[in-house]
């Protein structure tokens, strides 16, 4: 690992920042920990494009912690359909009640503290002392440690947690070291932006970089190589055979999905693993003679390391009132106000007119 000159790596970023990075953004006009808290949690693998609208619609509901911490679960999941990552959305039902009942409905100041809430890990953590408080603390979310990799030319492997910790304490030896009030929220944005806007994944703007004199995988010539890590996730296939059960007056019955796992504690279509456990489900309904089947049009809905092939049936007739103990009928008019996956509502969207 080269020395870059760290003396002066945060003034290059804090000045670039003041001229050339986002500062309009709804959440950067505020030091209010919880719309900070709010965004940071929605930014996660989130582009801030989609996250716009639905920050404006979270804050116009629960417009202060005690607001959301005081909301049910299916209204915070609700709202969330549609961002995706819905554990995101449990950690900050979840945090918000922790921050009234233990803190007052005061966020922590220090990062230390705040990383001790549901779903504050310790970069997020960071980012709302560094902006709220302006605690000379780092940073390392996926875009800062692209950037700080290269710049460095940080060879050792991430998968490795020792070497991680090795990066933090790099990250914490660039920090400013004056006018923290006002340097830190501006160098933590600083890198941020560069992440999102020059030192990007491919094909880096390096030219454009203020740090470009000073970054080693410039000078190298190979950029693309950092940051290493070695150990991936594998990607797995999956396909769910989905019912869809016509009820009185269009409704369709829903159940919760288990605990853990994915769209943890949403509504969802009963799921199935395979044809048979379907049909032999269905044939439970009633007399098949006054039950009708439709095979929906199947799609792909892609996570971050799975790909899920859904397989929609279409089930009318003579169903009984409750087709099993653990589940609802809900009609159209209710599916905005709970929490439902996003491949499910543009399911049911688009086969409203069947339903009805």
């Not at 719309?35 to 930014?43: A, R």
């Not at 039902?93 to 922590?108: D, I, L, M, S, Y």
């Not at 780092?138 to 947690?161: C, H, M, Q, W, Y």
């Not at 969802?268 to 089947?293: E, H, I, K, N, Q």
């Amino acid at each position: 690992m080269s020395d870059v000159g760290k003396e002066s790596v945060a003034e290059l970023v804090v000045a670039w920042q003041a001229a050339h990075g986002r500062n309009h953004l709804p959440w950067q006009q505020t030091r209010d920990p919880y719309k900070v808290w709010l965004s940071e949690i929605m930014l996660q693998q989130t582009q801030v494009a989609t996250v716009l609208d639905y920050y404006a619609r979270f804050l116009a509901r629960f417009p202060d912690v005690a607001a959301l911490a005081a909301a049910s679960q299916d209204e915070v999941m609700g709202l969330w359909s549609g961002l995706g990552y819905y554990t995101r959305a449990r950690n900050l039902h979840r945090c918000a009640q922790q921050v009234v009942a233990e803190h007052g409905g005061a966020f922590p100041c220090t990062a230390d503290m705040l990383a001790t809430l549901p779903g504050i890990g310790r970069s997020t953590a960071g980012a709302i002392a560094a902006f709220c408080f302006s605690e000379r603390v780092p940073i390392l979310d996926a875009n800062v440690r692209r950037v700080l990799t290269r710049l460095l030319g940080f060879e050792k492997d991430l998968a490795s947690a020792a070497n991680e910790r090795l990066l933090w304490s790099a990250a914490e030896s660039l920090l400013p070291q004056k006018n923290l009030r006002d340097a830190m929220p501006r160098y933590t944005q600083g890198l941020m932006d560069l992440g999102a806007s020059i030192c990007t994944p491919r094909a880096p703007r390096c030219s454009q970089c203020p740090l470009a004199s000073r970054c080693v995988a410039y000078q190298a010539g190979d950029p693309e190589r950092y940051p290493v890590k070695t150990r991936r996730l594998a990607r797995r296939s999956e396909s769910w055979q989905l019912l869809l059960l016509r009820g009185p007056e269009g409704r369709v019955w829903l159940q919760r999905r288990p605990a853990s796992g994915i769209w943890a504690g949403m509504h969802c279509v009963p799921v199935f693993a395979d044809d048979a456990s379907l049909s032999s489900y269905v044939a439970s309904l009633g007399d098949a003679s006054r039950v009708s089947c439709n095979t929906l049009q199947p799609f792909l809905h892609v996570l971050t390391h799975r790909d899920l092939h859904l397989h929609p049936i279409l089930v009318t007739g003579e169903i009984a009132e409750r087709p099993t103990e653990e589940g609802e009928w809900f009609g159209p008019d209710q599916w905005a106000a709970i929490g439902l996956p996003a491949p499910i509502r543009k399911l049911l969207d688009s086969t409203q007119a069947q339903l009805w």
